[in-house]
T-cell receptor, first 115, second 113 residues
Framework: DVKVTQSSRYLVKRTGEKVFLECVQD?????MFWYRQDPGLGLRLIYFSYDVKMKEKGDIPEGYSVSREKKERFSLILESASTNQTSMYLC??????????????FGSGTRLTVV | AQTVTQSQPEMSVQEAETVTLSCTYDTSESDYYLFWYKQPPSRQMILVIRQEAYKQQNATENRFSVNFQKAAKSFSLKISDSQLGDAAMYFCAYIGYGQNFVFGPGTRLSVLP
């Protein structure tokens, strides 16, 4: 069974801390994505990557960065966590190009609270 | 830019009854794909159904079916014989060629015993 695994289900961090959210997929997918999920706003794309060491900004990249050193791993970094980054973070992966139209596979999410 | 709208933030249905969740979208593309994803309390997003825009026939997966109206840019999800396990957030999503997914805000469905 294919999987996207997010390292933490819940995280509590202090304002100003550097936070790493890790995501690993075992499907050999080229594409990986980080979304933020907030009530009434749906899923908003933060960053995505189509290949190793490649990254592209999504719709709400401010305050975030990413790293993709290996094909299977895509990390989201909050350089200096703030309370407005308290949210649910979802990682997803997909095949490349038109095969992405078959849909994304999602992780189970990390609920991050910044205090 | 493409947008996806779900006008019903919350809905409820009696067990064994039928419910329809609404979704509209805005695009200038002619070829694209539409999806419904389910997010239960476990938070794992699950693909419910997928529709290819160039296909006129509405997609069906067991108790789940869609009413795809391309001209009206409408893509509603019908759940028949609702079960307690259908309780979840449902997200409508759009993807065009060479693009990333665009998600709606979601509809929270409650199933009443």
């Amino acid at each position: 069974d294919v999987k996207v695994t997010q390292s933490s289900r819940y995280l509590v961090k202090r304002t100003g801390e550097k936070v790493f959210l890790e995501c690993v997929q075992d499907m050999d997918h080229e594409n990986m994505f980080w979304y933020r999920q907030d009530p009434g706003l749906g899923l908003r794309l933060i960053y995505f990557s189509y290949d190793v060491k490649m990254k592209e900004k999504g719709d709400i990249p401010e305050g975030y960065s990413v790293s993709r050193e290996k094909k299977e791993r895509f990390s989201l970094i909050l350089e200096s966590a703030s309370t407005n980054q308290t949210s649910m973070y979802l990682c997803a992966s997909s095949l490349f190009g038109q095969d992405a139209n078959y849909g994304y596979t999602f992780g189970s999410g990390t609920r991050l609270t910044v205090v | 830019a493409q947008t996806v709208t779900q006008s019903q933030p919350e809905m409820s249905v009696q067990e064994a009854e039928t419910v329809t969740l609404s979704c509209t979208y805005d695009t200038s593309e002619s070829d694209y794909y539409l999806f419904w994803y389910k997010q239960p309390p476990s938070r794992q997003m699950i693909l419910v159904i997928r529709q290819e825009a160039y296909k006129q026939q509405n997609a069906t997966e067991n108790r789940f079916s869609v009413n795809f109206q391309k001209a009206a840019k409408s893509f509603s999800l019908k759940i028949s014989d609702s079960q307690l396990g259908d309780a979840a957030m449902y997200f409508c999503a759009y993807i065009g060629y060479g693009q990333n997914f665009v998600f709606g805000p979601g509809t929270r469905l409650s199933v009443l015993p």
